[in-house]
């Protein structure tokens, strides 16, 4: 059952895979969200999305952060928070009539997860996707799916700042930048047109799949030289 699970979670078409979240999300397993379930989705998918997506203006923390700029993140915190009780009371109002007539059904939970502008159980989904991938070891289906894997590891790692005594991964930017254009991975601030040109090193630069077991193996071992783990 588990790995049926995390098959569905990965693999499955996004449709089934919300369809699975709705399952996790019925408590009482009758079928149907209530209004006390739809609440208690929506509140804990507005905070991963809020934890795990990085919005342009946001500035990296650091315990070099000026004191008044965290100052001011603090006195924003009251209105985000106000704004994401209106938009929780907001969603719910959609909903009305189907709690008066028994709750939320999948396919009406899966018709408002597609046309819902936060996007808000996509990011759970893509959360779970990356789980997936780095912690149990799962290879990427395609060369889109894995630079979104890393985007969100590195959003993540911003959000979170960085802190003394953190221990973190090094890894080459010869290796990473080849990789990079590999991926088409783009950054606003070190943008794939000014990265030089990396074809001799692009052999080394990770795949979502390879064309053999081989190829994969020697890039396994290419990469383990590339990573360095340092103490910040």
Known sequence: ????????????????RIRLCFELLDHDQDGRLNKREMKEAIEMLMKLKEENTLPDDDVVKTEDTPTEDIGLEETFRDEREEQQRCAVEKILAEFENDFENGGITVDRFVEWSEADELKLIHVLLQIILEVCQIKMGLRPSSVKEEEAVIRGYMVRFHKCG?????????????????????????????????V?????????APTARTKSNVKNKRHVNNTSNDIKTATL
Not at 1 to 16: H, K, N, P
Not at 164 to 179: A, E, K, P, Y
């Open 162 to 194: 960085r802190r003394r005594g953190q221990i973190v991964n090094l890894i080459s930017s010869d290796w990473f930048n080849s990789w990079r254009q590999f991926t088409n991975f783009e950054m606003k601030e070190y943008p794939l047109s000014k």
């Open 1 to 16: 059952e588990i790995v049926r699970g995390i098959a569905m979670l990965c693999r499955a078409s996004t449709e089934d």
């Open 196 to 204: 030089p040109s990396q074809q001799k090193i692009v052999r080394n």
